[in-house]
């Protein structure tokens, strides 16, 4: 089985152009691909991680992986998958941000000389000429195709602003760049990014001639891959100072029994026969999938010996196991505590941000979803004095949350 088709087994192929000529080119590991990457925080997300693991299996296959830090088009903003204009930032946040993307993409990918690239396209969109633009490019879109896109589509209904119709134009002049100076013959995304990439395709056609050999590939990402990246309306980060270890594998562990197989197949590097012998597991076996799902990408993103404590400790946890040394713990401070000296679960739950409000806390404490020490409580205003923390407590939210708490 050559990458390609083992990338169609593994569910991760939506949309093709010349698909004959990308399989052979992937296949026979001539594929110089980029994946755009917009810096709009400081830490790469779960949702990332099909991009990451497809720039991993494909440079294993001996393609060339070109990183774009979008440090260009995140001043803009994608209008892709929004219901509202981004927020804006500035360059310093910008340069920032791609710094960080770099040291987590080196975990998946190796850059140097011959291998991955990364470039910024701050370094050829900053520098145009809106002019001149207009006159290279501006004669190959379609306002009536781009208006079509779903892209904008969705945004038409709340207002869609020229700032962000812009982006299309953008992202295409992006692998018309590439295409023209690094050689870079192909372009994976998200699937709800078709449009785009479609324009850069034909932008390449319609300038160089229709001989010019751009392909685009969009993998089925942004609507599975934005519903992996956040949970509880939070962002699962890569960063282990945002996600902990132990909190980035009871995220996967605790995926729907619905998704498991297909996280696996996707984002996993096990190989294709032994997920196979996985497709007709149910029960408490799709229990034991999740914990291979966690595991494997656990140590994917934080190391073996991370992953290995994140597991022994949900181990011992789900158990009733005593050892709590590698879970998620936040400290107490003289400050948190009152005049009275005490401090309520609440105030620690919202502490240790394991809730977001008062009042979401108030709730799963009257149903019945908070224990404290293995107790339920059901008094909201149930405290605890500083001699309770000194040796630790640990916070139980519904099953599957925990966090140690220590003054």
């Known amino acids: ?49 099909m991009a990451l693991t ?17 440090g260009g088009t995140t001043m803009i903003g994608d209008p892709s998958g929004r219901t509202d204009m981004r927020k804006m930032l500035t360059r310093e946040d910008i340069d920032h941000n791609a710094e960080c993307f770099r040291k987590q993409m080196e975990r998946f990918i190796e850059f140097g000389e011959g291998k991955a690239m990364m470039v910024n396209n701050a370094d050829w969109l900053l520098d145009l000429n809106y002019v001149e633009l207009l006159r290279e490019v501006g004669t190959c879109f379609s306002v009536n195709n781009m208006l079509r896109a779903e892209c904008y589509k969705q945004r038409m209904e709340k207002g869609l602003s020229f700032f962000e119709f812009n982006y299309m134009i953008m992202q295409s002049y992006d692998f018309y760049y590439l295409f023209q100076h690094y050689g870079c013959n192909m372009q994976f995304g998200g699937d709800d990014q078709w449009s785009n990439m479609l324009g850069g395709t034909e932008l390449i056609r319609k300038k160089l001639g229709k001989d010019a050999h751009a392909m685009t590939i969009t993998l089925l990402t942004d609507s599975q891959g934005r519903k992996m990246g956040k949970t509880a309306g939070n962002a699962v980060w890569l960063d282990a100072e945002k996600t902990s270890p ?115 806390g108030r709730r799963l404490i009257q149903q019945g979803g908070v224990s404290v020490n293995d107790k339920k409580i059901s008094d909201v205003w149930t405290s605890l004095e500083k001699d309770d923390l000194k040796e630790g407590v640990v916070i139980k939210k519904g099953k599957k949350v925990f966090r140690k708490f220590i003054f």
């Open 246 to 360: 132990y909190d980035f594998y009871q995220y996967w562990r605790n995926v729907e029994d619905a998704d498991v197989l297909k996280c696996i197949r996707m984002l996993t590097f096990l190989p294709m026969e032994e997920i196979r012998k996985m497709d007709s597991w149910e029960g408490s076996q799709l229990n034991t999938a999740k914990e291979i799902l966690a595991y494997e990408l656990t140590k994917l993103v934080h190391g073996e010996e991370e992953a290995k404590k994140a597991q022994d400790t949900a181990r011992a946890l789900f158990a009733g196991g005593a050892d709590d040394s590698n879970m998620p713990t936040t400290e107490v401070t003289d400050g948190d505590f009152g005049e009275d000296g005490k401090i309520t679960v609440l105030a620690l739950m919202l502490k240790g941000e394991m809730i977001k409000s008062n009042g979401e």
């Open 54 to 70: 497809l720039m991993k299996r494909l440079q294993e296959a001996g393609n060339q992986p070109i990183a774009l830090i979008g």
């Open 1 to 49: 089985m050559g990458v390609y088709e083992e990338l169609i087994e593994r569910g991760l192929i939506a949309q093709v152009t010349n698909e004959e000529e990308i399989r052979n080119m992937v296949n026979a590991g001539k594929a110089k691909f980029y994946i755009g990457f917009d810096c709009t925080a400081d830490s790469l997300t779960a949702g990332h991680f």
